[in-house]
């Protein structure tokens, strides 16, 4: 195998990464050709002024919802799916260096958006270069499809849809190696119902994550204490003031997970008659399958459903919880949500969806899967067989689409949180294994 990476190519990686942190491209109020605010169109521009340095084409959508570059020829489009938006901060003080500033320290670089999705786009990015360089002749034309609301609803790929064509094949490099040949459907819905005068509940503050806190506050709250001391779930009590303690994790793996909201719920069932209690706390209690209101809900491509009680608002106005489902490739969505939402429906609760992503499927033994999976074996010696995940990436918007990268086995996990890092070791690797999965699926032999 040839190399195709050169230093010159690992040292215009790490400046031009540097150049896209310093974006904050997080969603903000929107403003004329920009709707999801100014920076996130700003970083689109910069990235297509990146790319339009390095000898490919680019176009942005005039309304801007997204950007594409492209380079090479053929009748076949070879699609790189990226994101260029982030989520916020967060708390900054958690943060060593500013995470707005790519800080490049002790073979490592720092900020917001190095792994997610910022530093694997600059990785395929100068994986193609790399190829052009040595001299590959291209029998594909290539697209680096640029997104601008992937941490939120997608919008930016609805558009696209509506205004461009497809792809014959692609990657998304947003997830991890060796390569995810199948993605779980995505359900996100609402259950409203009535409200209570005698407690306010309040817990969780995002869809795809299992909550770690669940905060209820009235006058049983000594009450309460004991029944979660005699539970043996860790909470703190401040007066009339109960916070239960969770552990927090992507929806996708729920069942690792430890839900607070329902613990509190199952503590409060002794003291308040009241059906949110009893659904959350009764029913569902631990079950991150959703086995207790759906059944066994499961199939051999992609295993078991995973169900997470979100969010729940229990306040006099109503009562609302949020849930995130994640559904088995072969099953449909449409008579699940009809059991669910007749389940729910004897607890008193209207269901709603909110947002559906469909599933993705990709043979294992198609050409897509097999040569990314062989340049990844042969460039790294991970024997490690294609993956099933139950997150969601833009992959599943195109056909015979995958996501293939840029995390490692052993690369600790920073998304979305302070101080969010990328090994420059596996940085460079990843360079290397897209350059050589790019050249096999796309170089004239």
């Not at 994790?249 to 430890?258: L, R």
Request: aromatic content about 10%; some cysteine; overall charge negative.
């Amino acid at each position: 195998m040839k190399q195709f990476i050169t230093e010159t190519h690992k040292e215009k990686a790490i400046t031009s990464l540097e150049r896209l942190i310093k974006v904050p491209s997080y969603l903000q109020d929107s403003v004329d050709g920009a709707p999801f605010g100014q920076d996130i169109l700003d970083s689109l521009t910069e990235c297509l002024a990146l790319f339009k340095e390095e000898g490919f084409s680019t176009f942005i959508d005039p309304d801007g919802y997204y950007g594409y570059a492209e380079i090479g020829e053929g009748t076949e489009t070879f699609g790189v799916l990226c994101h260029l938006d982030v989520v916020p901060a967060g708390d900054v003080s958690l943060w060593d260096t500013p995470p707005f500033e790519a800080s490049v320290r002790d073979g490592a670089i720092y900020g917001r958006g190095v792994q997610d999705d910022k530093g694997p786009t600059i990785a395929a990015l100068y994986a193609v270069k790399s190829l052009l360089d040595a001299g590959v002749t291209l029998n594909k034309k290539i697209r680096f499809i640029f997104g601008t609301d992937e941490e939120n609803l997608w919008r930016c790929m609805e558009q696209y849809h509506q205004k461009e064509q497809g792809i014959d094949m692609g990657i998304a490099p947003d997830a991890n190696f060796p390569v995810i040949y199948a993605e779980k459907g995505l359900l996100q819905s609402y259950l409203t119902g009535v409200g209570s005068s005698d407690f306010t509940f309040e817990g969780g503050a995002a869809l795809n994550v299992v909550p770690d806190t669940a905060t209820y506050t009235g006058e049983k709250a000594d009450a309460i204490a004991e029944s979660l001391t005699q539970l043996g779930y860790e909470f703190t009590q401040d007066g009339s003031k109960i916070s239960v303690k969770g552990k927090a994790i992507h929806s996708k793996d729920a069942p690792i997970g430890i839900n607070a909201n329902t613990r509190l719920a199952e503590a409060m069932i002794p003291h308040y008659e009241h059906p949110a209690l009893h659904l959350l706390g009764g029913v569902i209690k631990d079950d991150a399958n959703g086995v207790s209101l759906l059944g066994d809900v499961r199939d051999e491509a992609s295993g078991a459903l995973t169900f997470n009680a979100a969010t729940v608002s229990i306040s006099s106005k109503e009562t609302k919880i949020g849930l995130d489902i994640r559904i088995p490739v072969t099953i449909e969505k449409e008579q699940l949500a009809h059991d669910l939402a007749e389940k729910t429906k004897e607890f008193g609760f209207a269901y709603e969806e909110f947002d559906f992503l469909d599933s993705l499927y990709v043979p294992v033994d198609s050409e897509l899967v097999t040569t990314l999976l062989g340049a990844y074996r042969d460039m790294t010696g991970d024997m490690r067989e294609p993956m099933i995940s139950g997150g969601a990436t833009f992959a599943r918007t195109m056909e015979n689409c995958v996501a293939f990268g840029a995390m490692f086995e052993k690369t600790k996990d920073t998304m979305h949180q302070a101080n969010e890092v990328w090994q420059l070791d596996e940085m460079e690797k990843t360079m290397e294994i897209y350059a050589e999965a790019i050249y096999r699926l796309c170089g004239k032999k």
